[in-house]
């Protein structure tokens, strides 16, 4: 059976199966010096999480007709970032959560010292994983285009930025083109990049390529706008996180700021337009439509 006629299910599972096998050679052996690190590196990254930007970069690059073995290296580079993120967003000196994927978060696990090596140490990995794309028949110019997007996704004008701006909101009141402006930073970059760069490890036209922009500015949103409203309305067990804790830390987020069924509808909204952007790019953007789709209905 072609990969197209697989169903979204059994193609995500397939794909998320992919990403695993390919974080699992990528990093360091739990027995490699130092142990303690890259044990925890493996703790952190490892047999968790939704893998949505994977999903990204394999949906966007096989539109784009892109090698397999590249889109595992540009999807275990977004897969690393954002996995420290995590790491040092749970940590004491920011969010301070015990929770995460389920799991104890990395310094509750292992220490504050080594989750701070762990964010610092999967940002270099991911650069190198994205780098190892030129072995997998990405030309060079477009490598270091993906190196260079990938870098202002992670940097201060994207989620680190985002992440500053959020930290300074904690009892403001943010309106809603700020608070737009903080997470089209702190979470849109990266899924923006995710779909960028799966679509550089192949070829889109100039139109699809603004179409594929459009789609992943809109799916960005609806991914925080789901957040929230999940933080107000899910529960610790589904969410494998802590729940209610922007409202404790007293953080400006859609459902403070608009409302709970206003969030709703803007979710709605942003999902229409993904769906719109999808259609535009033709049948072979459904995977893509397929995860607008996840993003908004997810329950986690
Ligand atoms: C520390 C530089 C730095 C940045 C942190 C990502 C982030 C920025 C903070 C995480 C806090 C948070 C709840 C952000 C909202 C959206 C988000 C990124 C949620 C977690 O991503 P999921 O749901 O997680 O894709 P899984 O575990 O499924 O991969």
């Known amino acids: 059976m ?11 599972a397939a794909r998320a199966a992919r990403v695993e096998h390919a974080l699992e ?9 130092p142990v303690r690190l890259h044990e925890a590196m493996r703790y952190a990254v490892l047999g968790g999480g939704k893998r949505v930007r994977p999903l990204l970069v394999y949906a966007a690059g096989e539109f784009a007709c892109a090698p397999l073995a590249a889109l595992d290296a540009a999807a275990c580079a977004l897969e690393c970032i954002h996995a420290y993120s995590l790491v040092h967003d749970d940590m ?5 959560d015990i929770l995460r994927r389920g799991k104890p978060t990395v310094h509750v696990a292992y220490g504050e010292a080594t989750a701070m090596l762990v964010g610092d140490a999967l940002q270099a990995l991911a650069f190198d994983a994205l ?8 030309a060079a110019p477009a490598v270091v285009g993906m190196v260079g997007r990938l870098a202002r996704a992670a940097g201060s004008l994207g989620m680190a930025g985002g992440q500053a701006i959020d ?30 760069l799966g679509a550089a490890c192949g070829r889109v036209t100039d139109a699809d390529h603004d179409r594929l922009e459009g789609y992943a500015r809109a799916i960005g949103l609806a991914f ?37 069924e ?7 909204e942003l999902l229409a337009q993904a769906r719109e952007a999808v259609a535009a790019l033709g049948p072979g953007a459904r995977r893509l439509g397929d995860i607008a789709e996840l993003i908004v209905t997810r329950h986690s």
């Open 92 to 96: 004491p000196c920011m969010d301070d």
């Open 131 to 138: 780098a190892s794309t030129l072995a997998h028949g990405v």
């Open 262 to 268: 206003p969030s709703r509808t803007l979710a709605a």
């Open 2 to 12: 072609a990969d197209t006629d697989l169903s979204f299910e059994v193609w995500a």
């Open 25 to 33: 050679r990528l990093l360091p052996a739990g027995d490699v010096v």
């Open 167 to 196: 930290l300074a909101a904690v009892g403001a009141m943010l309106d809603a083109p700020a608070l737009r402006g903080m997470h089209e930073r702190k979470t849109g970059a990266l899924l923006a990049a995710s779909v960028a």
């Open 224 to 260: 925080q706008v789901v957040d929230d409203i999940l933080d107000v309305v899910g529960d610790a067990a589904s969410l494998g996180k802590t729940a209610g804790k922007d409202a404790d830390h007293g953080k400006p987020t859609y459902v403070s700021v608009l409302g709970l």
